[in-house]
């Protein structure tokens, strides 16, 4: 049975428990959810959907230090992340909100032959449900709420079980800003039961962010049931290093690809892939910087660090050699430098989901780009290069979602998120994520 519980990574101690839903409370869920599309769902205006998202990125700021705190105690994320956070997922409720109405409307379709009219018009499909994960309590569910709430679209929201307090808050927001009771309902639903939920008929689709393991069987159930499915999963990024007559401002990016949310974010990067001629002098200047990065807040759980901890232990004794800021202690972790990470290595081609970076050295550009996509992943990657052309060829090359050239932390409310391979499929987030879950219906008039 699924626990939904705040348990605390920092001090190991279990703040509070949160009863998981009977079968009767998921049905209802389901049922307010289906009720609320029927009405204000096929009845209610762009314009009145997206007042009530201009509501919630106001209520957002304006309890951007419950929600920060939540996180902060639900699973260890340092203050300043969780209030950026915050912040973060306020702008993408305020981009659908100024956006949505551009992005629904009709569209006029050219006749080959014939008279009359064609459009496509973008319309809700019903009930979706989220399955979320815990590293990014509220950004995550911004992703996928805001876009389809604006649609039209009512959504059944599971978060992660170790964020119920982060979920409750969420939806006593949506409440607070005037969605009607079944537009967006939190359900602490456990694993076995999301099968019931999918298999509903008013459900149309589900998007989950989360582990491939997680992604394949909701994929294999949604299948069966013939639901679109949208996955965000897992992410090993390449950040290239192709050479540069400066390296301070690399460095810098490469500690902070590396650091963001303390190393626990699928797009980070994980894997720095360095050219022969500057291999020696990056790993120097880089390792220095990452073990004085140290990070002061745990993992998410002592479980986390568990894991992290035997594949660390499993490269090492596959030939890896480690350079570490210190010892583990619960579920703080400390960071650490893996070097000649060879192909039979056990972590060449795994996620190592904390603040431990492995580094290859690559003989030129091409060996990079082998490097680059020698992975089951392809989600995000970053490409570093004085040379324009350079960078524009490299990124044509890499097998990923996203490419970003001479910067990290660029993520923005307009720019999809998604990727390829083991990293999933569909976006989220700007135009292309409005796109996922909405009929284009076809209206032919003949005059």
């Not at 060449?348 to 992943?377: I, S, W």
Request: charged fraction near 20%; include cysteine; hydrophobic fraction near 45%.
């Amino acid at each position: 049975m699924t626990e939904y519980a705040v348990l605390n990574p920092a001090t190991g101690e279990l703040v509070e428990s949160y009863p998981t839903a009977t079968d009767a409370e998921v049905a209802a869920a389901v049922q307010s959810a289906g009720a609320a599309y029927d009405t204000w769902g096929r009845t209610s205006t762009v314009a009145q959907r997206t007042a009530l998202l201009t509501r919630v990125a106001e209520l957002h700021r304006e309890r951007s230090d419950e929600l920060s705190a939540a996180m902060v105690e639900e699973m260890g994320k340092p203050l300043r992340d969780a209030e950026g956070e915050v912040d973060f997922a306020a702008s993408i409720y305020d981009y659908y909100a100024a956006n949505a109405e551009q992005f629904l409307a009709d569209e006029e379709l050219t006749l080959s032959e014939g008279e009359g009219t064609a459009i496509i018009r973008r319309a809700p499909v019903g009930v979706l449900l989220g399955i979320m994960p815990w590293n990014f309590p509220a950004y995550q569910v911004a992703r996928f709420a805001a876009p389809n709430l604006a649609t039209g679209n009512t959504i059944v929201l599971k978060h992660a079980p170790q964020c119920p307090r982060s979920a409750a808050l969420l939806q006593q927001l949506f409440l607070d800003a005037g969605f009607p009771e079944g537009a967006y309902v939190n359900v602490y639903a456990a694993n076995e039961q999301v099968e019931s939920i999918i298999a509903d008929p008013r459900v149309q689709g589900v998007s989950l962010t989360g582990s491939e393991r997680a992604g394949a069987a909701v994929a294999e159930i949604a299948g069966r049931h013939l639901k679109k499915v949208v996955l965000e999963l897992g992410g090993s990024d390449p950040f290239l290093v192709l050479g540069g007559a400066d390296l301070g401002p690399v460095v810098e990016a490469a500690v902070a690809a590396r650091m963001e949310n303390t190393g626990q974010a699928c797009n980070a990067g994980k894997r720095f892939i360095v050219v022969d001629d500057v291999y020696e002098a990056f790993v120097a200047r880089f390792t220095d910087a990452l073990l004085e990065a140290s990070p002061g807040s745990p993992l998410s759980s002592s479980a986390a660090a568990d894991n992290l901890s035997g594949q660390v232990d499993s490269a090492l004794a596959g030939g890896a050699t480690l350079a570490s800021a210190g010892g583990r202690s619960g579920a703080f972790f400390p960071t650490g430098v893996l070097t000649g990470v060879g192909s039979d290595n056990p972590a060449y081609h795994q996620e190592l989901f904390g603040p431990v970076a492995m580094v290859f050295r690559a003989a030129d550009e091409d060996d990079a780009v082998r490097l680059a996509n020698d992975t089951p992943y392809g989600l995000g990657s970053y490409v570093f290069t004085d040379d324009p052309e350079q960078a524009q060829r490299v990124a044509d090359r890499i097998d990923a979602g996203m490419v970003f050239v001479n910067g990290v932390g660029l993520d923005a409310a307009e720019l999809p998120f998604g990727g390829v391979k083991r990293s999933g499929f569909g976006r989220e987030l700007g135009r292309f994520g409005m796109e996922e879950f909405v009929n284009k219906k076809l209206i032919r008039t003949a005059r």
